[in-house]
């Protein structure tokens, strides 16, 4: 019986992951579904994320482009997917689970200019897509399954190397041990019936670069009907069993419990010949059921202040903020706050709030909202989250608001301040390239004993990931923590952590602890910020024995 563990026996197993019709239809969470579910199964599982962009990585993306860039252990810069499969599979990825055209063709044209391939022409075929093909198999070394969502939509003419190498990939492999699976869109007619059409199309397009599918997941509004999914099979040559619904659901996280219900999983292990080897029905791991689909006592109301009027640029809070809610055992309603238009239009939504979260982010807009929605927690002792720039412009205010110098700022920002509170790594003083040039990943933290930061992390020191290019000037903290303000995190000389000892919950994090948070263990500072909106954790009281983070 697997236990969670890579089985060589058994031999590696691939599922590819490909769309049709239109591109944002919910491949990666078809794909992370299926895969939590065969790790419920007892199969060790990993994934791989391909991304056909020309950028090597989504490190100098705009957000409105391809939504937040993920911060791997690493310090790989991310497609938002990866995020997605290390919070449903439990697993920490790595830069080797992301590929892109970028990456791969940098790769190729290097060893070109090395001499690797002195003599030869170098092309797509052979060059770039066996570049491709040890990439999957590199990252999928010692798992027994591994993933691979290919993004974009079929017919795309960037993701066509990709999709020729996986077709030599599958020839490569033994009979059973690839499998495809195409997701596509099945929408409804003005008169309500579900169209095949689309996936008809999306199919044969498929098929045309030499892909048969052996399994379809239509996306759709409801479960796709038994006569839709008739026709569906008999269109696309699949069988009847191979068409499965992933109708949409309230929450990301009831996914796996639909295409568990639908029997994708079982379907899945059947075809890859691993249904011998999987766990008893009764034995299987239940605790993501158990997770999501816990009662709920109550709600509360966090306003998100930023500057992106975009749900996927800030991904990752969203779902820390819903993890710390499934500990709690309350709702998390988020109230958008566009810090561009806080000052005279957004006052009302933050009345409203228990709570007020700061995210990151890069630029000059929106930081003069951001910065007196910092003041206003401050001064109106309500709970407040600040991360990277939000901790960055809480040190702002703090130096503004408190200290009375009006003209302090982030050098960032206003490279003229005369007092830079937060001014440029002294690394990064000679850096040129902007690409993965960041303070990146995984640092420690030491932790001042008897702080709220000990309090929310339970320990005295703690390791989260990383994102940024300036820090709190060593030079003004003496004066920085001269009115109540307190670094209670440090990793040598770098400010890590800020918390007020005259707040309730004042908490401010250089790093990107959303990262690293998952439904089954919520991030600490989120945790302990929720638990302060609940009145269960007040900063100001934190000699008193009962009061626990």
């Known amino acids: 019986m697997p236990t969670d563990e890579y089985d060589p026996e058994m031999g590696r197993k691939f599922i590819f992951v490909t769309g049709g019709v239109m591109s944002g239809l919910g491949k990666g969470i078809t794909a992370a579904s299926t895969g939590r579910l065969l790790k419920n199964a007892g199969f060790d599982v990993t994934a791989v994320k391909i991304d056909p962009y020309l950028n090597v990585d989504a490190g100098t993306m705009n957000p409105y482009e391809h939504g937040e860039v993920y911060v791997l252990k690493d310090g790989a810069e991310v497609d938002l997917d990866l995020g997605n499969y290390e919070r449903f599979l439990g697993v920490d990825m790595t830069a080797d689970h992301n590929i892109t055209t970028g990456k791969t063709y940098q790769h190729v044209i290097q060893k070109e200019r090395d001499g690797d391939y002195l003599g030869k022409t170098v092309q797509i075929i052979p060059h770039v897509t066996e570049d491709i093909k040890r990439r999957i198999r590199e990252a999928a070394e010692g798992t027994d399954v591994c993933l691979v969502e290919v993004g974009g939509t079929v017919g795309d003419i960037e993701s066509m190397p990709f999709l020729e190498s996986l077709r030599q990939f599958a020839s490569e492999e033994e009979d059973g041990d690839v499998l495809f699976t195409h997701v596509t869109l099945v929408p409804y007619s003005k008169n309500g019936e579900q169209k095949t059409k689309p996936t008809q199309h999306s199919v044969k397009e498929l098929r045309s670069i030499g892909l048969q599918p052996d399994i379809l997941v239509g996306r759709a509004d409801d479960k796709l009907e038994p006569a839709t999914k008739s026709k569906i099979a008999q269109f696309c040559d699949v069988p009847d069993a191979a068409v499965f619904s992933n109708p949409d659901v309230p929450d990301i996280y009831h996914v796996p419990l639909m295409v568990e219900e639908e029997g994708l999983d079982e379907y899945v292990m059947e075809r890859l010949g691993i249904a011998d080897e999987a766990l008893p029905k009764e034995d299987r791991d239940n605790r993501w059921r158990e997770l999501v689909t816990a009662d709920r006592t109550g ?251």
């Open 299 to 549: 709600s509360v109301d966090i306003a998100l202040v930023g500057k992106y009027a975009l749900e996927d640029a800030y991904m990752s809070i969203h779902e820390a903020l819903k993890h710390a809610g499934i500990e709690c055992g309350v709702d998390v309603n988020i109230l958008w706050v566009d810090s561009d238009e806080m000052l005279d239009k957004h006052e009302e939504r933050l009345k409203d709030a228990d709570g007020v979260v700061v995210p990151g982010g890069f630029g000059s807009r929106g930081t003069g909202g951001k910065i007196e929605a910092i003041r206003y927690a401050r001064e109106n002792d309500v709970p407040f989250l600040g991360l990277c720039l939000g901790f960055q412009m809480a040190v702002v205010e703090q130096a503004r608001n408190v200290l009375g110098h009006e003209d302090a700022h982030s050098a960032e920002l206003d490279p003229d301040t005369p007092y830079p509170v937060i001014d440029l790594l002294p690394e990064q003083y000679e850096v040129d390239e902007m690409g993965g040039t960041m303070r990146l990943g995984a640092h420690d933290t030491d932790i001042d004993a008897g702080t709220l930061a000990e309090a929310v992390y339970g320990d005295t020191s703690c390791t989260e990931r990383h994102r940024h290019r300036y820090e709190v000037n060593p030079e003004l903290i003496d004066e920085l923590e001269s009115e109540g303000l307190r670094f209670s995190g440090r990793a040598e000389n770098r400010m890590e952590i800020l918390e007020l000892t005259n707040h309730p919950f004042f908490f401010g994090t250089q790093f990107h602890p959303e990262f690293r948070s998952r439904p089954d263990r919520a991030s600490p500072p989120f945790l302990g910020f929720l638990r302060a909106v609940l009145g269960e954790l007040d900063a100001r009281e934190l000699g008193n024995e009962e009061v626990t983070a």
